[in-house]
């Protein structure tokens, strides 16, 4: 098998013009998976009555579901319901007016909640539990105590399993190619159509995202050692 | 002055605490003795409310509250006016020594930044570790972490503070600099609630010794006449185990 670097410069081209797309798709569902996976696992740690076990129950669901499974339902309940749905709340849009790739997004929200609540809640069993009395017992309200004592004990714990969450996330985006989402992967192969050169095309492909993962990596290299200094070496 | 009423208190079907009162005065030094279980901690902890008791009352000063109904505000007001001192000193990991000191006193307490400095460092110095007050609790030895937690206790000016064995996780060769110290914070005229099972610091230090046996206060009294002449039988085979267990060091 041959292998032709202008086919592969064209390739590379073609998906770095689709690199914004896969922003959308991993730095959106990034943002919304840090929100509500601190919010769920802060209710989950202090056991909130009624929503702490409704939460775990959802969640254990829902990490049982693959993502291509998931973005396929959502496709087709946007594709089956959107209009009637616009209709009752007598929305003037139609489904043509909605691009897609927010249903890829919502997908990759959902999974990026739930594995970074995972890491977070894990983070947070590793703070032991006289931290939290320490705090309370010179007088700090639990919020003072969550903001001041926990918070900042959680994140270097958290910081290197959400890397990991953040650069599945990345990777993760591209099967939303699967409901016709162009992003790096789709732009990568774009030009294979014409030329069949579809091999120089996914290791476009696989160059644009191995890029990416390392800044991203690097970047979280960088703040972790910042919030080292106090940790022992051994824990 | 500090009163506990018919503290109750039981963890599932296990009854800790069967109605515990206790009156301490202003700069009295309590020590509470008894074996593993008998509800020494458990009392302690209800009293700084990170336990929930299930019954009694609780009054510091002009403030009597409920030990089990307590709002989150009066629970908060309690706090403020006691301290703890921890079995495993529980500093914070992400502060230093000194922020750990001011930490109280910046958050709940509103202090001004310059003037809890100024507090804390002089607090620290008071325990013998300024010259430590920018290192991590991770760097300090388990006696300089506890002399960290007794001044993190007393920078507050507590109407009393409470120790939870505070010397148990220490090594022997450390025993020694802590003791002292919490001797020092009697000598000051602060209120003491200690559960220890040093029996020496109890005798030099306690104005009244409280002997708890399976969530009953069997006997209290001076140091004297409970080391010296117990009533209680139980008090007796107590001391009888724990005294020849330390006359062993001499031989």
Redesign the interface.
Same mark, same amino acid.
């Given at each position: 098998m041959g292998f032709n670097f202008i086919y592969f410069y064209d390739s590379v081209r073609s998906g770095i013009e689709y690199l914004p797309n896969t922003f959308e798709l991993t730095f959106i569902p990034i943002l919304v998976g840090l929100c509500l996976g601190i919010l769920i696992a802060v209710i989950r740690v202090y056991r909130i009555p009624f929503f702490a076990p409704l939460l775990a129950v959802l969640i254990t669901l829902y990490q049982g579901i693959p993502l291509v499974v998931a973005l396929m339902i959502y496709h087709l309940l946007f594709m089956a319901a959107f209009n009637n749905f616009a209709a009752v709340l007598h929305l003037s849009i139609s489904m043509a007016d909605i691009n897609t790739i927010w249903i890829g997004i919502f997908a990759l929200s959902l999974h990026a909640t739930c594995y970074m609540e995972e890491s977070i809640k894990g983070a947070f069993f590793s703070v032991d539990q006289g931290q939290y009395e320490a705090g309370y017992s010179v007088g700090l309200t639990r919020l003072q105590t969550l903001r001041r004592i926990i918070i900042p004990q959680v994140i270097p714990v958290a910081l290197p399993m959400l890397t990991n969450n953040i650069v599945g996330t990345i990777k993760g985006s591209s099967i939303v190619m699967v409901i016709g989402i162009t992003e790096v992967l789709a732009g990568s192969v774009i030009p294979a159509s014409k030329t069949y050169a579809f091999f120089e095309g996914y290791i476009a492909a696989a160059l644009i995202y191995w890029i990416f993962t390392i800044l991203v990596e690097k970047f979280a290299m960088r703040i972790e050692k910042r919030g080292d200094k106090y940790r022992r070496n051994l824990v | 002055m500090i009163e506990i009423k018919n503290a109750k208190k039981s963890f599932g079907k296990n009854e800790i605490l069967h109605d515990v009162s206790i009156q301490v005065n202003k700069g009295d030094v309590i020590v509470i003795l008894g074996p593993s279980g008998s509800g020494k901690t458990t009392l302690l902890r209800c009293i700084?409310? *990170?336990e929930k008791a299930d019954a009694g009352t609780l009054t510091i000063g002009e403030q009597t509250v409920d030990l089990k109904k307590a709002s989150s505000k009066e629970i *908060?007001e309690i &706090? &403020?006016k006691?301290?703890?001192v921890?079995q495993?000193y529980? *500093?914070?990991?992400?502060?230093t020594a000194l922020e750990n000191v001011m930490?109280?006193l910046i958050?709940? &307490?509103h202090v001004p930044y310059a003037d809890a400095k100024k507090k804390a460092e002089d607090t620290l110095a008071w325990v013998g570790l300024l010259a430590k007050k920018d290192a991590?609790?991770?760097q300090l030895s388990g006696g300089q972490q506890q002399r960290v937690g007794i001044a &993190?206790?007393v920078v507050?000016d507590p109407e009393v503070i409470l120790f939870d064995e505070p010397t148990s996780a220490l090594d022997p060769e450390l025993v020694g600099e802590t003791l002292a110290v919490i001797k020092s914070v009697a000598e000051r005229g602060i209120t003491m609630i200690v559960v220890t099972h040093e029996m020496s610091f109890a005798q030099d230090v306690a104005s009244k010794v409280v002997f708890m046996d399976g969530g009953f206060i069997v006997e209290e009294g001076t140091p004297a006449e409970i080391f010296r002449h117990p009533k209680e039988e139980r008090t007796k085979q107590f001391l009888a185990r724990i005294i020849s267990a330390e006359n062993m060091y001499y031989i």
């Open positions: - | 700084n409310f *990170l *908060l &706090r &403020r006691t301290a703890f921890f495993n529980s *500093l914070f990991h992400n502060k930490e109280g958050t709940a &307490r991590y609790p991770c &993190r206790a507050l």
